[in-house]
Every structure is written in structure tokens, then in C-alpha cells.
T-cell receptor, first 113, second 112 residues
């Protein structure tokens, strides 16, 4: 299996631009998680989906952030408009509901200038 | 709100040493605790998972213990190797929640 796939791996954009991060979970996994990692705040859960339905989005920082999972094999995290403080590494992880182990993707390193 | 603390933040040891990484959490009502490894520029890899009813888990040279009542876990690495160099993160899942709360990690460097 290819594991969790994230794209792009690196993104540099200017403040105010829209940013879309993509994730393809492991086939057969029905839970998907978006995390953000910064030096200041460490690794934080933003949102997670079960069977394509958002279950807990309490970690989404503000309305500029949105996430969708239109089908079992694809999810997006969108930031509009982006700000410099959004600069971080964004990880996607997937798991099988009922099993605890989460499998992480390689992350997207976002820099907002 | 659950808070997870890891000590030390960084550790450098010579190859072959046995070492202990510490993790503490503030709310003992946890469902499980996991230890992850993160290599530079990479995602996280799950190493060990301890359910709240368990005391320890072992995998190869790694042993993780859990003392839920005192809010502590330790990761023991035996006979450390340069390939063990990475950041080790502790994460807690609270009862009734799916989300993981992560510690800030311990950056380990094993000198050859």
C-alpha cells in the first residue's frame, strides 16, 4: 500500500491567497484526521471525519479554514484567505474506525509570506 | 482540558545506552496512550499503544509503561542505536473523544 498521500509536499504563497491541501487516505480506512504542527503549539488536531462525515471540528482555528471529504478516498483542507500565522506543517492521517493506530502522511509544509 | 508534557525536550546519548523518555498528562480519564516516532521532514509512525487498562507494551527494544493514576508514561529504549535518532511524541486519547492530545516531543540523538 502507498500509505497516506498528501499534496503538495511544499507550498509557498502570499498572504491573502487561497490554499488547498489534499489528502488521499489508505484504501479501506474510514476515519481521516487533519493535524497542524508548529513550533509554538506542537501537533494539534484540526478536524476528523468518520465515513466522510465531519465529527469533530473544534480544532479548526477560524472560519478561514474549511475541510471537506467528498468521498472515501479524498479530502481537502482549504485556507481562504491565508495569513502568515498559518505557516505550519499540515498532516493528514487515516485509520480504521475501531482500531486506534493512525497512519500519517508525510505532511504539507506551508509557508505564507 | 488535557495537557501532555514531555521531558526532556532533547536528549543526546552515546550508542548502546539504555534510556527513558517521560510523558505526563493532567487528566487521568484516558482511553489510551500512544508513543510515536517522527523523523525530520516525515510524518509520524506509531510505535506502541497502551490501553487504559494495561500497564505496559513491548515491541523489540522498546517498552512503554503507563501509570494512569499518577498521569505518567515512560518509553524505555534498550541498547540505543544511531538509527533511533528522531523525535518521540507521546499522545493521549481521552475517554469519550477520538482526538489525540500530543506532547511537544523529545528530540533524541544517539551518537555513534
Amino acid at each position: 500500500d502507498a500509505g497516506v498521500i498528501q499534496s503538495p509536499r511544499h507550498e509557498v504563497t502570499e498572504m491573502g491567497q487561497e490554499v488547498t491541501l489534499r489528502c488521499k487516505p489508505i484504501s479501506g480506512h474510514n476515519s481521516l484526521f487533519w493535524y497542524r504542527q508548529t513550533m509554538m503549539r506542537g501537533l494539534e488536531l484540526l478536524i476528523y471525519f468518520n465515513n466522510n462525515v465531519p465529527i469533530d471540528d473544534s480544532g479548526m482555528p477560524e472560519d478561514r479554514f474549511s475541510a471537506k471529504m467528498p468521498n472515501a478516498s479524498f479530502s481537502t483542507l482549504k485556507i481562504q484567505p491565508s495569513e502568515p500565522r498559518d505557516s505550519a506543517v499540515y498532516f493528514c492521517a487515516s485509520s480504521v474506525q475501531g482500531r486506534e493506530t493512525q497512519y500519517f502522511g508525510p505532511g504539507t509544509r506551508l509557508l505564507v509570506l | 482540558k488535557q495537557e501532555v508534557t514531555q521531558i526532556p525536550a532533547a536528549l543526546s546519548v552515546p550508542e548502546g545506552e539504555n534510556l527513558v523518555l517521560n510523558c505526563s498528562f493532567t487528566d487521568s480519564a484516558i482511553y489510551n496512550l500512544q508513543w510515536f516516532r517522527q523523523d525530520p521532514g516525515k510524518g509520524l509512525t506509531s510505535l506502541l499503544l497502551i490501553q487504559s487498562s494495561q500497564r505496559e507494551q513491548t515491541s523489540g527494544r522498546l517498552n512503554a509503561s503507563l501509570d494512569k493514576s499518577s498521569g505518567r508514561s515512560t518509553l524505555y529504549i534498550a541498547a540505543s542505536q544511531p538509527g533511533d535518532s528522531a523525535t518521540y511524541l507521546c499522545a493521549v486519547r481521552d475517554t469519550g473523544r477520538r482526538a489525540l492530545t500530543f506532547g511537544s516531543g523529545t528530540r533524541l540523538q544517539v551518537q555513534p
